[in-house]
């Protein structure tokens, strides 16, 4: 088997070697996969779902991994996988959905792993690594035309300047119609949603010597999308109804929107930031780096969740948030031992502003800051005991610090919340090589987050004292897993897990009230599952690619666990036929599948517990290889069959707003440039 590096455990080892369930996608499998973001492989990986919820932009990227996140996107609430670009860590969600075109893996490591990856990474964590300057010198260059007026270009170079110096450059342009039509607002060209997106990467490596080199990054990203399709279902005998709204007034189409209010017709999202990256190796056994980086994201956006033409029920707003991060680490690996030690600190500003909302047709504006920083010690300690087996142990200890603020209707209700946290997280690891081509390993790891704010806490008016934050989540997995050449002709990995969560706290949303009340619902979890991802070569020339996750998942109370679907499933033949000059042609049909799952859970209410259908897509790909392997011409087709699903869902008792899909079937020609 080809011998995969990657950073799971922040330095670098084999694939083989990660006692841990863990994902690698690499840019050209992705590419012939249709994946192009974070969404995008939210199809394909086992026991994850990825929903664009956020106020209404396509370009957020809400990632669920066993079962584990959260679907809002405001500044009082955290994320419970952790995202990561080269190691700087990404507080926010929105803007986040990268461009992948250009990137050279993602490693999503599924599982808490506190101990290494820190706070907010209960369910697991994605790290996108992208290619390095001083790599061999390349050129790329990718064009993709098709259906819906899809326009996709992406162009990356590296060189070398001199011996010490090297360069790189990354830009990518995105474009694609929207599949609806804003019917209220006929004289407008905006289209629900349609993309926009472009985005840029500039990397400087300076290596003055073999043991020292540092890398400074600049990226950003910009985006004017259509908003979001959805659409809306009022309830017979609530509020909507009452004030005379029915479900005729809204759009037959579901994938048209009749809103009149023009501010919510295009979303707006910005992300950039700069990093610089050290490393030094002062003798040949130890390794020291140390990444310091300054981000900030920016948006503006919002649904008008009734879905009608009258200006009933609108929330648009806007949003930023500003982060700084260092982090230092220590690694050592000597004699069949290797140790880690290293600090990590993270300081984020933010707030949200609904200026211009309107609730039950009156004005309702709401405004949220939060100021929180993080800091962790942690250390790992390994040994192989023998040449088959290796043991390792970590802890980590974090004190987390969040100061909010909420405001509602020009200081109608208004409150001050702080408070701090403080946790122990830990693992154990043993890993035992079967065979040369095989790894079995045991894992017991725990995770933690701090506790949120609620998130519109529209209970001031009713409990002016409830603006408070919960305590810190816990969650402890046990795991066993077999990774390598598991038997003739096919390889992959297969993992067993069960995880114990306490005090996870479930968003549920009200509109009962004096407005879009978002609080916190405390639950005790418990997860088992499995996950398998693995590749069988039927013969020379076919393949067979195919991922299963499956979970079972009981919750205390009558809540039930949100964006968790029972069985994922991905079926994928291939085959590559080499001519007799050396340039192929390759054949690759994907089908993917989700489950059913629900919606956001209600509060003591079991009926509210809304359902969203499983669905199958399917993509496929012929291309065409040149010998040499520099350019590939491929027709393909994306969701092919055109599925038009529900994404996330919310039932807030007065009516039931479904997200739906903006993946409308595609079909187009891709070209690969690789020089």
């Known amino acids: 088997m080809e011998t995969i590096l990657v950073t799971a455990k922040k330095r670098e080892q084999a694939l083989s070697e990660v006692a841990g369930s863990l994902s690698v996608l690499f840019a050209d499998d992705m590419a012939r996969q ?338 929180a920083s993080s800091l962790g010690l942690y250390g790992t300690l390994g040994y192989a005991l023998t040449d088959r087996l290796y043991l390792e142990g970590g802890v980590r200890y974090t004190e987390d610090d969040k100061q909010a603020f909420a405001d509602i209707n020009k200081s109608a209700a208004s409150a001050f919340g702080s408070r701090n946290w403080t946790r122990l997280s830990w693992h154990l690891d043993a890993a035992w090589q079967v065979n040369a081509q095989s790894t079995l390993y045991a894992a017991l790891a725990s995770g933690y987050s701090p506790g949120t704010f609620p998130a519109r806490p529209y209970c001031l008016f009713s409990d002016p004292q409830c603006f408070v934050a919960s305590g810190s989540i816990t969650a402890v997995n046990y795991e066993l897993g077999l990774r390598g050449e598991v038997a003739d002709r096919l390889s992959g990995s297969f993992a067993l897990f069960y995880t114990d969560y306490s005090r996870l706290p479930y968003q549920t949303s009200d509109t009962s009230g004096d407005g879009f009340d978002t609080r916190n619902i405390l639950v005790d979890q418990r997860t088992a599952g499995i996950e398998w991802e693995g590749r069988l070569r039927l013969t020379d020339y076919l393949f067979l690619h195919s991922s299963l996750g499956w979970m079972d998942v009981d919750v205390d109370g009558s809540a039930v666990a949100p964006l968790t679907p029972e069985l994922t499933l991905s079926f994928s033949p291939e085959l590559v036929w080499t001519r007799t000059d050396g340039s192929r042609w390759r054949l690759r049909l994907d089908y993917f599948w989700r489950d059913k799952m629900f919606g956001e859970p209600a509060a003591g209410d079991p009926r509210r517990n809304s359902v969203i259908s499983g669905r199958g897509l399917i993509h496929f790909s012929l291309g065409w290889h040149s010998p040499d392997s520099r350019y590939e011409i491929a027709l393909y087709g994306r969701n092919a069959r055109d599925k038009r699903y529900t994404h996330a869902l919310i039932n807030t008792g007065d009516y039931i707003l479904r997200i739906l899909s903006n993946d409308a079937s595609e079909f187009g020609l891709a070209l690969r440039i690789r020089l």
């Open 34 to 371: 249709g994946i192009g973001n974070l969404v995008d492989i939210g199809k394909t990986v086992p026991n994850l779902a990825v929903v664009t919820f956020g106020a209404g932009t396509p370009a957020s990227a809400m990632p669920f991994i066993r079962g584990i996140g959260v679907q809002d996107h405001l500044i009082l609430t955290d994320s419970g996988v952790s995202v990561y670009l080269d190691g700087v860590y990404l507080g926010r969600q929105i803007g986040q959905n990268w461009d992948l075109s250009d990137i050279e893996r993602v490693e999503l490591l599924r599982g808490p792993r506190g101990s290494l990856w820190g706070r907010n990474s209960i369910g697991g964590s994605i790290n996108i690594i992208t290619r390095q300057p001083d790599s061999p010198a390349s050129t790329r260059l990718n064009i993709e035309t098709g259906t819906r007026n899809r326009r996709n270009l992406s162009f990356y170079h590296n060189s070398r300047v001199s011996n010490k110096v090297a360069l790189s450059a990354n830009l990518a342009f995105k474009q694609r119609d929207g599949i609806g039509r804003f019917a209220g607002l006929p004289d407008i060209s905006d289209r629900v949603g349609q993309l926009r997106d472009i985005a840029g990467r500039f990397q400087f490596s300076l290596k003055p010597s073999e043991s020292f080199r540092l890398r400074i990054t600049a990226d950003g990203n910009s985006g004017e999308q259509g908003l979001n399709p959805y659409t809306t279902e009022i309830l017979p005998g609530r509020s909507l109804a009452g004030a005379g709204l029915r479900n005729t007034d809204i759009a037959a189409n579901p994938y048209d929107n009749n809103t009149t209010e023009r501010l919510l017709t295009q979303t707006q999202n910005e992300a950039y930031g700069v990093s610089a990256t050290a490393t030094w190796q002062p003798v040949n056994t130890l390794d020291m780096t140390a990444v310091l980086s300054q981000r900030h994201s920016n948006y503006s956006a919002g649904l008008d969740d009734d879905s009608t033409r009258v200006r009933f029920l609108a929330f648009p707003e806007e949003g930023k948030a500003d982060q700084t991060s260092f982090e230092w680490r220590m690694n050592s690996q000597r004699a069949g031992a290797d140790w880690m030690v290293g600090l990590f600190w993270f300081e984020e500003t933010g707030n949200v502003v609904q200026a211009s909302a309107l609730f039950n047709g009156q004005p309702n504006a709401l405004y949220l800051t939060q100021d």
